[in-house]
């Protein structure tokens, strides 16, 4: 256990709609990053926070948008859904602001868009 | 941007023989090279890093090799066991950025 929680686990919904994902890192860490996993393919960096601000970006997608709030707890949505948004999804954490050090992933949401 | 690429994308090892990943980045900046490991269905865990002033590091079974001229570090697993049979994913990093790479499918045959 990595001590970072994502919820859901799984979610299925349809093209055209917007779902919510979230992360609650692990307890003392500020910076959350999100990352998109294909099938079969690596791990796409989207963004990442640290302390509640936005502190670098990936290739994230305009119909995606992403926050964290004060008690450090981060959402990911995902709107005008597409096919290819189908992906796990995964949060991970650091203690640190910068990019260079351990990373703690949580399980995953496994997004299937019908 | 930085492009890390890793060699071989897929590895095909008897068990007990030895397994070895190389990564290849492009930032001269890149101060930070870990190794994450991810089983079929699970989240990626880190294995082993190395900072830029070490050459190498072991730990049991498992080494990571820097060379920073050259600009490549590598993965090196002895011994392999059937729980080694994994995806391998680079990411050299510095400061600011961070680049995994896309992964190397580890199968350690019986």
């Known amino acids: 256990d990595s001590g970072v929680t994502q919820t859901p686990k799984h979610l299925i919904t349809a093209t055209g709609q917007r779902v919510t994902l979230r992360c609650s890192p692990r307890?003392?860490?500020?910076?959350v990053y999100w990352y998109q996993q294909s099938l079969d393919q690596g791990l796409q960096f989207l963004i990442q926070?640290?302390?509640?601000?936005?502190?670098a970006k990936g290739n994230i997608l305009e119909r995606f948008s992403a926050q964290q709030f004060p008690d450090l707890h981060s959402e990911l949505n995902l709107s005008s859904l597409e096919l290819g948004d189908s992906a796990l999804y995964f949060c991970?954490?650091?203690?640190?602001?910068?990019?260079?050090?351990?990373?703690?992933f949580g399980e995953g949401s496994r997004l299937t868009v019908l | 941007g930085e492009n890390v690429e890793q060699h071989p994308s897929t590895l095909s090892v008897q068990e007990g023989d030895s397994a070895v990943i190389k990564c290849t980045y492009s930032?001269?900046?890149?101060?930070?090279f870990p190794w994450y490991k991810q089983e079929l269905g699970k989240r990626p865990q880190l294995i082993i890093d190395?900072?830029?002033?070490?050459g190498e590091k072991k730990d049991q079974r498992i080494a990571v090799t820097l060379n920073k001229t050259a600009k490549h570090f590598s993965l090196h697993i002895t011994e392999t066991q059937p729980e080694d049979s994994a995806v391998y994913f680079c990411?050299?990093?510095?400061?600011?950025?961070?680049?995994f790479g896309a992964g190397t499918t580890v199968t350690v045959r019986a």
């Open positions: 307890s003392g860490d500020l910076s």
């Open positions: 930032d001269s900046a890149s101060n930070y």
């Open positions: 991970a954490s650091s203690t640190r602001t910068s990019q260079a050090g351990e990373l703690f």
């Open positions: 190395i900072r830029s002033n070490v």
């Open positions: 990411a050299p990093s510095n400061d600011y950025k961070l680049s």
């Open positions: 926070y640290y302390n509640g601000e936005e502190r």
